[in-house]
């Protein structure tokens, strides 16, 4: 199932210290040659500080050559920057650490720097040490450290592109320590800096920059959303958080636009969040989240594809639910190897499994319970156990009877009141209705004032 695996995809809107694990896992599932997956570890390393990781990875693919000479200098060169960046950013951090001078800095960042500097002779370029500081030790690795460095120059810096650069580094630092709560929380303070503004392209990533602000913003976004996927893939709550965000205008816009392939983690978001989203008090747009996504899919699937999907396309745009069965074995396997989804793999399987047995009780007052096990891929007795089991837990219980004698469920639903039917097929419409009235009225009041003004509004 090599063909399905987005390592390749999601890599260049990684930094080169994120894409470290993404190729270890590569390692461990097999999916290609161990030796290419070595060489493309080394060729990343040697881009680094981490000269020592780098001998390794060289030593593993060449056992029998000796170590090139080249790594002697570069691990001589690092050990000198490190100790001339320390010194250089430790004077800083000797003020700021002061409990007086803590105590006497203000939100105003212009303020405290006009503080230090009158009183401690702390000047901007000695604050730029901080970060340049910072920056070095992730490069070799110290991620604890440099987020610590990060953090105390993110707190004095007024350079907006430097400070947005800073907010990558430590997002990258906690995604690398593994501190989700704190990642999550960084996450979210970088989304509402790049919301509010057109930054520029993250220093701390390699990749293209671009001068129309609108662009640069699109490429930022983009980074996000793929940067996001380790922390919302390990953060507790996590794929809830992750629905949330991507199902927004401006972030759904983004994956259509520029990287279709993200759906796929949409999907699994939505297929592990489901059976949850029906038996606790979820948020509409989690309850609502497959509706929005099938139609996602419908639009994109010329631009992108595969079993997880395709599962979601079979089960409601076609309903052929032996189709949907097949999907959900390749996606079983494509789930599995995934880096951000191996570990939900049971999870996924039986989410879907509810959202087959779903469906196939929706559009059938008596099933062969035989039958349905086949179509969840399960055996009789473990289909069984299974379904006796969601229907206990799920809102089924009320409608179906099991028959064990006849190895049937018996649904009973009782019909839908007509106001109720009236409600959901027009929800939202006051809504929209107002919207519509409002773009209307900007749109007239434009063209009263002018051409110029009427494009703007239209806009």
Request: charged share 20%; hydrophobic share 40%; proline share 4%.
């Amino acid at each position: 199932m090599a063909e399905y695996d987005l390592t390749q995809t999601v890599i260049p809107y990684c930094d080169r210290h994120l894409v470290f694990p993404l190729l270890a896992h590569l390692v461990e599932n097999e999916l290609f040659p161990a030796g290419q997956v070595h060489a493309a570890q080394y060729e990343l390393a040697k881009g680094t500080n981490m000269v020592d990781y780098a001998v390794s990875l060289f030593d593993v693919l060449y056992p029998n050559e000796e170590v090139p000479s080249e790594f002697a200098g570069k691990r001589e060169s690092a050990v000198h920057t490190n100790e001339r960046l320390q010194q250089e950013a430790q004077a800083v951090l000797n003020v700021i650490e002061n409990p007086e001078v803590a105590q006497a800095l203000r939100q105003d960042k212009n303020q405290n720097l006009q503080y230090l500097k009158e009183h401690y002779g702390v000047t901007l370029e000695q604050i730029n040490a901080l970060y340049n500081f910072g920056q070095f030790q992730y490069t070799y690795g110290n991620y604890s450290g440099a987020a610590d460095y990060l953090y105390h120059f993110r707190v004095l810096s007024t350079d907006p592109d430097l400070t947005i650069s800073a907010h990558w580094g430590k997002l990258a630092c906690d995604i690398l320590t593994g501190k989700w709560d704190i990642a999550l929380e960084e996450l979210n303070t970088l989304r509402e800096a790049i919301d509010s503004r057109s930054p520029s392209h993250p220093a701390f990533a390699a990749g293209p920059t671009s001068t129309d602000p609108a662009l640069a913003q699109l490429h930022s976004r983009t980074w996000l959303l793929h940067w996001s996927l380790f922390v919302y893939f390990n953060h507790p709550e996590g794929r809830t958080l992750l629905l949330e965000t991507f199902l927004t205008p401006t972030y759904l816009n983004t994956i259509q636009t520029s990287c279709p392939w993200v759906l796929r983690y949409l999907v699994a978001a939505a297929v592990l969040s489901r059976k949850a989203s029906a038996t606790s008090g979820s948020s509409g747009r989690v309850r609502y989240s497959i509706r929005e996504i099938v139609k996602v899919i419908q639009m994109e699937e010329y631009q992108y594809q595969d079993p997880v999907t395709a599962f979601l396309r079979e089960l409601y745009v076609e309903f052929d639910f032996e189709a949907a069965q097949k999907e959900l074995s390749k996606a079983e396997v494509v789930v599995g190897n995934d880096f951000f989804l191996a570990e939900f793999k049971d999870e996924f399987l039986d989410n879907a499994r509810y959202l087959i047995s779903e469906a196939y009780c929706r559009i059938h007052q008596r099933i062969d319970i035989s039958d349905l096990s086949e179509r969840l891929n399960l055996s009789r007795d473990e289909g069984e156990k299974w379904i006796v089991n969601l229907i206990r837990e799920t809102r089924m219980g009320a409608d179906a009877k099991i028959d064990l004698g006849k190895n049937v469920i018996e649904i009973n639903r009782p019909p839908q009141p007509i106001y109720q039917t009236v409600i959901e097929k027009t929800r939202g419409l006051a809504f929209r209705t107002q919207a519509l009235g409002a773009a209307m009225a900007r749109q007239g009041v434009a063209q009263a004032e002018g051409p110029t003004a009427a494009v703007e509004a239209s806009q």
